[in-house]
């Protein structure tokens, strides 16, 4: 089911929406007028999570030979107790054309939507050491300074990097101009540790 707006992004990206855009978008609908947005996120987690641990069940529900019922059978004894109908049915559908596979990325491009919505933006930051909070606050502050919109960190430490720091915002990785400005912010930084 494509709405109007789903139409509309991919019109303005200048290409088509991908099977999982597709289905994240018509989720996001269906979820505003049936749910709540930040549950429905909560509980595709949930239910990745699940499947994850879960690798036979994954697997028969992608199995093209298996009757739908079979499968929504599956997943309401699964899963009913523990989601939302929105959910519940969401998933069904997608076990029930064998494209259960798809969930994860459904769920992360429904997490985008989702932050949108709600003018956040994901940043996902790779440093060589931990950052701290007060480092963490000052980077989160400016790039909304640069996005304009409230910036959630995702931190994550890799010592291969060797001192730097690696930015992506919503999926990008920042340009040049922005990776400069942080890198000054994280000299900074570096500076205000030392005279501690």
């Given at each position: 089911?494509?709405?109007?707006?789903?139409?509309?992004?991919?019109?303005?990206?200048?290409?088509?929406?991908?099977?999982?855009?597709?289905?994240?978008?018509?989720?996001?609908?269906?979820?505003?007028?049936?749910?709540?947005?930040?549950?429905?996120?909560?509980?595709?987690?949930?239910?990745?999570?699940?499947?994850?641990?879960?690798?036979?069940?994954?697997?028969?529900?992608?199995?093209?030979?298996?009757?739908?019922?079979?499968?929504?059978?599956v997943i309401e004894e699964v899963f009913g107790s523990k989601v939302?109908?929105?959910?519940?049915?969401?998933?069904?559908?997608?076990?029930?054309?064998?494209?259960?596979?798809k969930l994860e990325d459904v769920s992360k491009d429904?997490?985008?939507?989702?932050?949108?919505?709600?003018?956040?933006?994901?940043?996902?930051?790779?440093?060589?050491?931990?950052?701290?909070?007060?480092?963490?606050?000052?980077?989160?502050?400016?790039?909304?300074?640069?996005?304009?919109?409230?910036?959630?960190?995702?931190?994550?430490?890799?010592?291969?990097?060797?001192?730097?720091?690696?930015?992506?915002?919503?999926?990008?990785?920042?340009?040049?101009?922005?990776?400069?400005?942080?890198?000054?912010?994280?000299?900074?930084?570096?500076?205000?540790?030392?005279?501690?």
């Amino acid at each position: 089911m494509k709405t109007e707006a789903s139409h509309k992004q991919a019109d303005q990206a200048g290409r088509k929406m991908t099977k999982s855009e597709s289905y994240a978008a018509s989720l996001v609908a269906l979820a505003k007028s049936e749910a709540d947005l930040a549950l429905v996120d909560q509980e595709l987690n949930f239910v990745i999570e699940t499947l994850a641990g879960h690798s036979e069940l994954k697997k028969s529900l992608l199995e093209k030979d298996l009757p739908t019922e079979k499968k929504q059978r599956v997943i309401e004894e699964v899963f009913g107790s523990k989601v939302s109908k929105v959910t519940l049915n969401f998933v069904q559908l997608l076990a029930g054309v064998s494209q259960i596979d798809k969930l994860e990325d459904v769920s992360k491009d429904f997490t985008r939507r989702l932050q949108a919505e709600e003018n956040k933006v994901l940043a996902e930051v790779t440093t060589a050491v931990e950052l701290d909070d007060k480092f963490s606050d000052r980077l989160a502050k400016r790039l909304s300074e640069l996005t304009g919109r409230e910036v959630i960190l995702r931190p994550k430490v890799d010592a291969g990097i060797v001192g730097g720091i690696i930015v992506r915002v919503d999926g990008q990785l920042l340009d040049a101009s922005v990776r400069n400005q942080l890198s000054r912010l994280r000299e900074e930084m570096i500076i205000d540790m030392r005279g501690r």
